[in-house]
């Protein structure tokens, strides 16, 4: 159950990334004055009649990202509650202090009328909670505490390791470069693709074109990377199904990505365009996460022998009180 | 206390600061009176004063104004079709929504501040005036006259950036700007089409040419003034003109497309 509730926190963070970038791509950001009220209104209790324009895309992300906010304070309890294993314990608080977090900064960035760095690491903070509830989606799940033994013992490739943690960091890195560009309304600065003013390099350059380039410049960087990646799992574990399958659905979210990236600049930033990018952005990354921590897991093994193999809990476990044992079991750092 | 509650009350400390540095943020809407204060009377002696008048022309064929896509509000729609009034030009080639405007050489006298404030109401989804001048320090009272709402977006560079919502049929918000700025942009994020623009002046001597693009600006002491006109598509224009004492001129602009 705690897996399933897992799944279904990080299933509406994606849904909530998508509404964000609905929120950047019809410009409603502002529509919504106040905050945390809707124009005076106490957020649930606002009529829905009232929802027009671009109220409608601000106040359902504000909705959205209330529900999340509520879904990630149930599964931090319940992890403190349920979850022997220490740094999966935290992996919850630390989501429920990114999500207070980011609310906060979407909060300010409205207040404050959308000072570019507020609004920049209101985006990417979003990424980083959608990588940690997709993590503890994971970590939760049966496969992850049977250590994907069905398969035979995980491999412990360190190459895959390192190319895979790479190829994770530089699609965040392209995705806070992305955020950069739209939030400084760099999207169109190139107005071409896939050249860019009729040249492979732009022949004039200012900011919002040295930004967007460096968007464009990313994603050859990042599509080497993920091929550099899913290239070692098909050629060195075809047989493991825990990382075939992430690098399949990388690629083909690399494919959908790069297509809809030409899109969003060929359609001039379409709006619901330009959100499929930004949320197929995020899902390129956490799948890419997924796949480095799933190349990474014989490196949690240590106690995995000790666990209970429904449920991955330690063989034994202390509860001294109503917040569990102050000292750690062998099970914690599975 | 035990770790994990030590962890949870620093969560929670530092979720209120920050909630509470963000509430303060708010507070940057508040509009502070001007430096100077204005004098209570006119320095201008009445028995020279003259006037400028003239009219806005446009020559060419404009393209025709976009029409507004008003179906993200039932309200709004039902108001009937509409296109954004970019261009308003009379059976004469006058162009309205114009902003003329002594730009240069009054000096430094000071005038006071009318006592009446300038309205601008929010009305069948659209700003009007969609293009006014006020003063330093003069009352602008916005009001909601739709049945719908609206927020209300300053976007200046010189004055405090402000953005109110106004969800209820004649709610009103009265401001102030502290210091001048030609053209200062309104919008409203809710009905992308709506747009209006200020100009904010510390004299009183504008106008925004009306029916035939007529304009006047009355009660100028004698000098040589820049005046410029503004047009929202078309960008600005200047000419030089001299008064005498009790002297009219009148002078025109020509925009073209």
């Not at chain 2, 709506?194 to 004299?203: D, I, K, R, S, T």
Request: contains cysteine; proline residues 7%.
């Amino acid at each position: 159950m705690l897996h399933l509730f897992a799944m279904l926190v990080a299933a509406t963070t994606g849904i909530l990334i998508f509404a964000g970038g609905l929120v950047t791509s019809t410009e409603s950001g502002l529509s919504v004055p106040d905050w945390p009220n809707t124009y005076g209104y106490f957020m649930f209790f606002f009529p829905l009649e009232k929802m027009v324009g671009g109220i409608r895309y601000e106040h359902t992300h504000r909705l959205i990202a209330s529900t999340v906010g509520f879904l990630i304070v149930i599964l931090a309890a319940w992890l403190w509650r349920a979850e022997t294993r220490r740094w999966v314990r935290r992996l919850g608080y630390l989501a429920l202090a990114a999500v207070i977090t980011q609310g906060v900064l979407g909060g300010i960035t409205v207040l404050w009328y959308l000072p570019d760095p507020i609004s920049i690491a209101h985006a990417s903070l979003a990424q980083l909670v959608f990588c940690l509830t997709m993590t503890i989606a994971l970590v939760t799940s049966q496969g992850w505490k049977r250590a994907y033994a069905t398969n035979g013992p995980a491999p412990d490739d360190l190459t895959l390791q390192r190319v895979a943690a790479v190829t994770t960091g530089l699609i965040y890195l392209q995705i806070v470069v992305g955020a950069t560009m739209r939030h400084t309304g760099a999207g169109l600065a190139i107005p071409d693709f896939p050249l860019m003013f009729g040249q492979l390099i732009p022949p004039q350059w200012d900011p919002k074109i040295a930004i967007h380039f460096a968007h464009r410049l990313g994603a050859v960087i990042v599509s080497l990377a993920i091929l550099a990646t899913t290239g070692h799992v098909f050629y060195h574990h075809k047989s493991r199904s825990e990382l075939r399958r992430p690098a399949m659905l990388l690629l083909a979210l690399l494919l959908v990505q790069v297509t809809l990236g030409a899109l969003t600049v060929l359609s001039k930033k379409e709006f619901i365009i330009n959100s499929l990018h930004v949320v197929t952005g995020a899902s390129v990354l956490v799948t890419s996460l997924v796949l480095t921590l799933r190349a990474h897991r014989a490196r949690f093994a240590a106690g995995s022998k000790e666990q209970d193999p429904a449920y991955g809990r330690p063989m034994t476990v202390r509860r001294t009180g109503p917040f569990g044992p102050a000292n750690s079991t062998a099970g914690d750092h599975a | 206390m035990h770790p994990r509650l030590r962890l949870l009350a620093c969560v929670a400390t530092l979720s209120m600061a920050v909630i509470l540095a963000a509430c303060s943020g708010g507070a940057k809407e508040e509009s502070t009176a001007p430096k100077d204060a204005a004098p209570a009377t006119n320095p201008v002696d009445p028995s020279t004063a003259g006037a400028i008048t003239g009219v806005v022309t446009l020559q060419g064929t404009p393209p025709p104004n976009p029409p507004i896509n008003m179906s993200s509000d039932p309200y709004c729609m039902k108001l009937g079709a509409a296109t954004t009034p970019v261009f308003v030009v009379s059976d004469d080639s006058g162009l309205e929504n114009v902003f003329v405007y002594v730009k240069d050489g009054l000096g430094n006298l000071k005038f006071p501040v009318p006592p009446s404030p300038v309205v601008l109401d929010q009305k069948g989804c659209s700003y009007t005036p969609r293009v006014f001048g006020i003063q330093v320090g003069q009352s602008l009272d916005i009001v909601n006259s739709d049945e719908t709402l609206h927020n209300i977006h300053a976007l200046p560079m010189a004055n405090r950036e402000f953005n109110r919502g106004q969800a209820l049929q004649g709610m009103k918000y009265t401001t102030t700007f502290t210091a001048p700025e030609v053209m200062l942009p309104f919008k409203c994020d809710v009905h992308k089409w709506m747009n209006a623009w200020v100009g904010v002046l510390e004299h009183p001597f504008y106008a925004t040419s009306g029916k035939a693009g007529a304009f006047a600006l009355a009660g100028l002491p004698p000098g040589t003034y820049t005046i410029e006109a503004w047009h929202e598509k078309l960008g600005k224009q200047t000419q030089q003109v001299t008064l005498g004492p009790k002297e009219s001129k009148k002078i025109s602009f020509v925009f073209k497309v």
